[in-house]
Every structure is written in structure tokens, then in C-alpha cells.
């Protein structure tokens, strides 16, 4: 049998629980990492922890079952004692350095497939022996005993395992209903089962494979080698892995990028669809960030690496996507406890029916037995249990192809919930580069000169500043000529301005809730202010301690998809919010260009979080933001959503969701996917606990065979594992429609 036949994740729930698949290493600890073949889900963890749990000096355990790999925290313990715990589980452990993450070069392990044909033409034999007694009497055991022993053997050594170990997994079940099959005759139904268990585990195996694998397809969109410039100038390709930050790498039309880094040379057309999602390529200029794994369509270009091969965006990628899940989900939890109690009950139920079912019924001995030895196979929540894992896995993997980053199950189950989705205006829903419009004196007698300097006095003030509207002060400044002055005893006043002393005079500029707090707002400076917020702008005020002294007018214009993603989250059925520290005015404009449900401005981050926190105790609700600013918020939200997560760290190691660029379309995307996860999760739920009750009844009733209940056990989890990898054709049908989506608003 292959290293996944074995990969049936039955009856595990009892044995883990909500225990995570990865644990804090302890301090003043030592590192074992192993790569074990045989260690692909929960039945293997379950076993390695029984075996490894309380051994001398073992700390903690960290498996990643999507690698192979079990790292091993423990103090002073012997390493080749922790391999021979290991190996007595019939697994065999590869010791691996500590920097190592995979070995996508090995070759797979190949499929020999003749041994179960073969089996199963015995099994057959075997089956037209008995029924139609074409052969002599002992012609079924013969046969039978043949098709066991081609197939058979490791599920028996397997199950001999884990009974040992006091595990009641698949292995162990049907280790005891063949065995109890054979003791009473029963050879050619004994046979079946073997081999259609064998064949169904094969075939489910691949099937897993596709959804356990899917993230890492994107592992081979980074290319090994780089082309990178050496010491005397000559370009060499080297392993991408070994290649410094800082080095400068030469890109060629047609070819991938190998590392992140900024553009130095060149004007290249770049698809970022891995990072992304957007398959539409993006044009680059020097200075420009590309990211490893895009691919260059068009013009040779250069670039100096910004982060190792380990650390590139898409690495963060690949291994929050790992993280998330290793996690098990709420649906997840609850089956796992379910088939806690499920598998011992009918365990109890088959022991019981074998002693008691003669004497009740004064039926034969061996009719009990047989119908015992039924509910065994019926007994393990096969199906069940394997079918939230692969659809939760297929749903997170397929997000990140396309550019929605989900942090863990729990997230893409909660998003049908949604209710209400609240948004940061800047940078948001805006296009985040506000342009000033309009300045003007406060005093109608100011010539060019005092023009002049109080222009130079508010740029020397916003250039202090990184919010976005005293930057596009700072800009407009610098793009008149003027050169700022400096500034001492500068302050910031969050959500309302800042303050500071030049040439020994004190300035501050600040917003609408500023001036009004210093009590310098005027009924004539108030009309002026509001004439400019209902228009849409952002107003900042320049003063002395005395009197206002200038206006500056900035407007952030709406992007080009915010109103259609906020048209397709209402049709949806989810409302919507803003909330935003600039003026109520301001972002009451926004809110009706875009056609928001609600407005709310004048709010500090405080204001934000108390907004977010009245609703999430009456609605699920969740949060938009850059991930810095609206910490606060995005953090109390039931779902936090980063935008433009591309490249930042704080975004993708701190959001609950992140969106890979800054299209808001996202959102009913990420919203629609975590309801058809919801759906298919019902469905296999509702389909695997009525398949169980269905022959429940057949076995009580003695219509149901062995082979028929091992039948219709692997095939209930195939088609459960078959639907949840349909969550991976869903969210290709909403990538092709968005591409479609993008190609309209570019050539608009």
C-alpha cells in the first residue's frame, strides 16, 4: 500500500479533540524535527502522541500533517529513543534540519496497482465460488485467503497498532470485522471488504491529496534560481534560497520572479494574479515592489531583493494558509466530539448485539455475530468526520488563490453570518492619495508674500505628519516651490491635528474637531468649513494661538469598485457602515457616492472600537480597514479585514482576513464562498449521520452484507470529500467572473 492508503480519518475526534496541531516552543528546549512519510492525519497524530506523550524529557509536540512533519521540543532527551517510538508505530522517521521547510524535488511514491487487481479478481472468485458452488468446498477460503494476503496485511499490522495503543480507528475496526468474518465462515465477504476498502482508500487518498496540496501548487509559481549580479559585475544564476537581501536580480520577459524586492531598472507588465488574485498584469516603474512568484510578460528589468526566500510575501502566504488549517473549525469541533461518542456507542452496540441478539430472537449464534461484525464497519464515522477538514481546507485554499488570505476556519464558517460590514474611508474606500483642491487665507488682505508664508508654515507642520491629508498638503506645497521650515516642539493630536513651534512662534493645523476644541471657530469660519465637507472635501485649518489663519481644502476621491462592491455586499443581504475620523460632512459625500447604509464621522479609535462593540453584542459585524490604523476596531470585530495586505507584515500576521490588494470586491466574494462552505458542510453532515442511520437499520434488520456496509461507508466518503472539493471550482468561477469584472473597468 502507498504512504496515503492508510490516510481514512476515522474515529480520530475522540482521541484529539480540539487539541491545535502545533505547540509554543518551551524555553531552554531542544529541536527534533522529523519528516515521517506515513504522517498524513489525525489517526497518525493521535498515535504519535499516545506514543511520544510522557516519554523523558519530550516538552511538546508540533505536528504539520500537511508537510509530513513532527518537531519534537524536549531537554536532553535521547533523539534515537524518540525514533524508536516512532518506527514501533510501523512509521518510519527522517531526521531533517531545522532551516528545512520541504522536499518538493523527491519523487512520489508510485502507486502499485496489479497486487489489488489481482486481489480483486480473487475476491470475485471467491464470491462466484460460494454463491453458485462452482468449485470444490474449499475452494472460497483459498481464494479469499489469497486476495487477504495481497492487500490485507498492512491494514491488520495497522489495526494491530492502534488496538495496542487503545485506538478504535478505521484500521482497528476493520481489522476486528474481517477477523470476526473469517472465524465464522464468512471468506468471501471477508475478502470483499479488504479489497473494496483498499480500493476506496486509494482513490479517497488522491482525492484528499488534491485538497491537502492545493496551497502548495504555489510553491512552484517561485522559481529555485535567480539571475543575480555578482561582486565584478557578471550575472549568475544561483539558488534563490541562498541569494542575500540587497543583491540585484535580472528578470527576463516570459520569466517568474524569485524574490520580493523593489524595482531598479525597467518598466516591466507584471502578473500578480498569485499574490493578488488580479489576473489583469500590473505596470511597474523603478521603485515599484514586486513580489516573488508574479510572472513578467513583458521588457527585461532589474530589482534589489527586500526579503529572504523563507520571508517573501508569498512564503507568509503559503504558511498562514498551513496555519489556518491546522486549526480545526467550529464545525470541525463539534463532529469531533460527535464522533467521540458515536464510535464507542456503536462499538458497545456490536458486543452487545452478538451476546444478546440470540437469546432475545433465538437466532443462530453466528447470525449475531455476522450482524455484529456489520455495525463494527457501521461504527466508524468515516465520512463524518473527513468531511469538514477537506471542505474547510479546499475553501481556504482556494481563497488565497485568489488574493483573500483567511487566517483559520472559524473565520470562513463565521463570514455567512455577516451582518453588517463597517469601513475606514481613507485608503479604503477612497483611493488613499488625497489631492489638495482648494487653500485659501482667512484674512482678505493677505498679499503674495504673506500667501507664500502661510502656505510654507502649514507644509512645514503637515511634513511632520504621516496621515494622508497632511501629506497632500505637503505635496501641493513642495509642488508650488515652497521648502518647509524647521519644526520644534512638535506634537500630534490623533484624529485631530498637530502642533508645533517655528521661529519661535506656535502653529498648529488641525480639522473641523480641533479648531472647535481650541474654541477659535467662528460663525463665519464655520459656514466656510461646512460649504467645503458637504461638498466631499477634508478640511484642515492652519492657526496661531490667537486666530485661524489659512484653509486647506483635500478631497480623496471614491475607487473605481467601491460602489459596485458595495451594490453586490447589499444583494447579498449585508449592510453597510463607515466609520471614519474625518468630518461627518465628508463622510456623509462618500457614504452617498458609494451608497453606504449608514454614516459615521468625527471618531477617534476609540469612538470606532465602541461603535464596533454596541454591534457585535447584537449582529455578527465585521471591520475594513488598512490592519494599523483601525487596530482597535479590526480587533473586536468578529471579522477583522485587512486591504492591501500585499507586502505588509502587521496586516497578515494581524487580521482575521486579508485582502491581497485593495479591491473591495473581495469582500462579497469571501462572503459568498464562506456560505457555499457552509452549504457543503451541511450537506456532507446531513449525508454521512443518514447513510449511518440508513444501515443502522439494515444491519437490525439483516438486510445489510459486510461488503455492502464497507460499500457504502467508503463510498459516503468519497462523495462528501468529492463535494467538498467542488469549494475549488466555486472559487474559479468567481475569479474568472471578477477577471471579466477588471477587464470592463480597465478598458472603461
Known amino acids: 500500500m502507498s504512504k496515503h492508503s492508510h490516510c481514512h480519518t476515522c474515529c480520530e475526534g475522540q482521541q484529539v479533540k480540539e487539541q491545535p496541531s502545533t505547540a509554543a516552543a518551551p524555553e531552554d528546549s531542544e529541536t527534533l524535527r522529523l519528516r515521517i512519510e506515513e504522517m498524513d492525519c489525525p489517526t497518525e497524530e493521535t498515535l504519535l502522541r499516545k506514543a511520544l506523550v510522557g516519554q523523558p524529557g519530550v516538552a511538546a509536540l508540533d505536528f504539520n500533517l500537511m508537510d509530513r512533519v513532527l518537531t519534537i521540543h524536549h531537554r536532553n532527551a535521547d533523539p534515537e529513543a524518540l525514533k524508536a517510538n516512532v518506527r514501533s508505530l510501523g512509521m518510519t522517521p527522517d531526521e531533517i534540519d531545522s532551516t528545512s521547510r520541504r522536499d518538493e524535488?523527491?519523487?512520489?511514491?508510485?502507486?502499485?496497482?496489479?497486487p489489488l487487481v489481482i486481489a480483486a479478481l480473487f475476491a470475485l472468485g471467491a464470491e462466484a465460488s460460494h454463491w453458485f458452488e462452482l468449485a470444490t468446498p474449499w475452494a472460497p477460503p483459498i481464494l479469499a485467503l489469497a486476495a487477504i494476503a495481497m492487500v490485507g496485511l498492512p491494514t491488520w499490522r495497522k489495526g494491530f497498532v492502534a488496538l495496542r495503543h487503545r485506538t478504535l480507528n478505521i484500521n482497528a475496526l476493520m481489522s476486528v470485522a474481517v477477523a470476526g468474518a473469517l472465524l465464522i465462515g464468512q471468506w468471501a465477504e471477508a475478502a470483499m471488504v479488504l479489497v473494496l476498502f483498499t480500493l476506496a482508500e486509494r482513490i479517497e487518498a488522491r482525492s484528499l491529496d488534491r485538497a491537502r496540496h492545493a496551497i502548495r501548487d504555489l510553491l512552484a509559481l517561485a522559481p529555485q534560481r535567480a539571475r543575480v549580479q555578482q561582486l565584478d559585475g557578471n550575472w549568475q544564476e544561483m539558488e534563490a534560497d541562498q541569494v542575500s537581501v540587497g543583491s540585484l536580480v535580472r528578470v527576463r520577459a516570459g520569466?517568474?520572479?524569485?524574490?520580493?524586492?523593489?524595482?531598479?531598472?525597467?518598466?516591466?507588465?507584471?502578473?500578480?494574479?498569485?499574490?493578488?488574485?488580479?489576473?489583469?498584469?500590473?505596470?511597474?516603474?523603478?521603485?515599484?515592489?514586486?513580489?516573488?512568484?508574479?510572472?513578467?510578460?513583458?521588457?527585461?528589468?532589474?530589482?534589489?531583493?527586500?526579503?529572504?526566500?523563507?520571508?517573501?510575501?508569498?512564503?507568509?502566504?503559503?504558511?498562514?494558509?498551513?496555519?489556518?488549517?491546522?486549526?480545526?473549525?467550529?464545525?470541525?469541533?463539534?463532529?469531533?466530539?460527535?464522533?467521540?461518542?458515536?464510535?464507542?456507542?456503536?462499538?458497545?452496540?456490536?458486543?452487545?448485539?452478538?451476546?444478546i441478539w440470540p437469546l432475545l430472537f433465538a437466532g443462530a449464534w453466528l447470525d449475531g455475530i455476522y450482524r455484529a461484525l456489520v455495525l463494527l464497519v457501521i461504527a466508524c464515522p468515516c465520512a463524518l468526520v473527513i468531511s469538514t477538514p477537506v471542505s474547510i481546507v479546499s475553501g481556504l485554499s482556494a481563497a488565497a488563490?485568489?488574493?483573500?488570505?483567511?487566517?483559520?476556519?472559524?473565520?470562513?464558517?463565521?463570514?455567512?453570518?455577516?451582518?453588517?460590514?463597517?469601513?475606514?474611508?481613507?485608503?479604503?474606500?477612497?483611493?488613499?492619495?488625497?489631492?489638495?483642491?482648494?487653500?485659501?487665507?482667512?484674512?482678505?488682505?493677505?498679499?503674495?508674500?504673506?500667501?507664500?508664508?502661510?502656505?510654507?508654515?502649514?507644509?512645514?507642520?503637515?511634513?511632520?505628519s504621516n496621515h494622508p491629508v497632511s501629506r497632500a498638503v505637503h505635496e501641493a506645497a513642495q509642488d508650488d516651490g515652497i521648502v518647509a521650515s524647521e519644526v520644534?516642539?512638535?506634537?500630534?493630536?490623533?484624529?485631530?491635528?498637530?502642533?508645533?513651534?517655528?521661529?519661535?512662534?506656535?502653529?498648529?493645523?488641525?480639522n473641523h474637531r480641533y479648531v472647535e476644541e481650541r474654541g477659535l471657530c467662528?460663525?463665519?469660519?464655520?459656514?466656510?468649513?461646512?460649504?467645503?465637507?458637504?461638498?466631499?472635501?477634508?478640511?484642515?485649518?492652519?492657526g496661531d494661538a490667537r486666530r485661524p489663519l489659512a484653509l486647506f481644502a483635500v478631497a480623496d476621491p471614491l475607487k473605481d469598485t467601491s460602489r459596485e462592491a458595495i451594490d453586490d455586499l447589499h444583494q447579498l443581504g449585508v449592510k453597510t457602515l463607515i466609520l471614519s475620523g474625518d468630518n461627518t460632512a465628508s463622510v456623509d459625500a462618500i457614504a452617498r457616492e458609494a451608497g453606504i447604509d449608514e454614516a459615521r464621522g468625527h471618531l477617534l479609535p476609540d469612538d470606532k472600537l465602541a461603535t464596533i462593540e454596541e454591534r457585535a453584542r447584537h449582529t455578527t459585524i465585521g471591520m475594513v480597514g488598512d490592519g494599523i490604523n483601525d487596530a482597535p476596531a479590526l480587533a473586536r470585530a468578529d471579522i477583522g479585514f485587512a486591504m492591501g495586505a500585499a507586502g505588509s507584515d502587521a496586516a497578515i500576521e494581524t487580521a482575521d482576513v486579508a485582502l491581497m490588494d485593495d479591491d473591495l470586491r473581495k469582500l462579497p466574494t469571501f462572503v459568498r464562498l464562506s456560505r457555499a462552505t457552509r452549504s457543503v458542510l451541511v450537506q456532507n453532515i446531513a449525508f454521512a449521520i443518514g447513510i449511518k442511520l440508513v444501515f443502522l437499520v439494515l444491519a437490525f434488520s439483516g438486510h445489510a452484507t459486510l461488503w455492502m456496509a464497507v460499500f457504502a461507508d467508503m463510498g459516503a466518503s468519497l462523495l462528501v470529500v468529492a463535494n467538498g472539493l467542488r469549494l475549488l471550482r466555486v472559487m474559479r468561477s468567481s475569479r474568472s467572473q471578477q477577471t471579466s469584472q477588471n477587464a470592463a473597468v480597465a478598458s472603461a
Request: hydrophobic share 40%.
Open 105 to 114: 524535488s523527491a519523487p512520489a511514491r508510485r502507486e502499485r496497482w496489479w
Open 488 to 510: 520644534e516642539a512638535f506634537t500630534e493630536h490623533a484624529g485631530r491635528g498637530v502642533q508645533g513651534c517655528i521661529d519661535g512662534e506656535t502653529l498648529w493645523l488641525g
Open 522 to 542: 467662528s460663525s463665519e469660519l464655520e459656514a466656510l468649513l461646512d460649504s467645503w465637507e458637504r461638498q466631499g472635501h477634508t478640511v484642515v485649518v492652519l
Open 255 to 355: 520569466e517568474r520572479v524569485a524574490l520580493d524586492g523593489d524595482v531598479v531598472r525597467g518598466n516591466p507588465a507584471l502578473d500578480e494574479s498569485p499574490i493578488t488574485g488580479e489576473s489583469l498584469p500590473r505596470d511597474k516603474a523603478p521603485g515599484d515592489t514586486v513580489f516573488a512568484g508574479t510572472i513578467n510578460h513583458n521588457g527585461e528589468f532589474d530589482y534589489r531583493t527586500t526579503r529572504a526566500a523563507s520571508d517573501t510575501t508569498l512564503a507568509r502566504i503559503i504558511h498562514a494558509v498551513e496555519e489556518a488549517q491546522s486549526n480545526r473549525a467550529p464545525t470541525q469541533r463539534l463532529v469531533d466530539r460527535f464522533a467521540a461518542i458515536y464510535t464507542p456507542a456503536v462499538f458497545v452496540l456490536a458486543v452487545a448485539t452478538a451476546l
Open 401 to 464: 488563490r485568489a488574493g483573500i488570505l483567511i487566517k483559520g476556519g472559524s473565520f470562513l464558517e463565521l463570514g455567512h453570518r455577516l451582518a453588517w460590514l463597517a469601513f475606514d474611508k481613507t485608503g479604503t474606500l477612497t483611493r488613499g492619495q488625497p489631492r489638495q483642491h482648494h487653500w485659501q487665507p482667512l484674512s482678505s488682505d493677505a498679499d503674495a508674500t504673506e500667501r507664500r508664508r502661510l502656505q510654507q508654515l502649514a507644509a512645514s507642520l503637515a511634513g511632520r
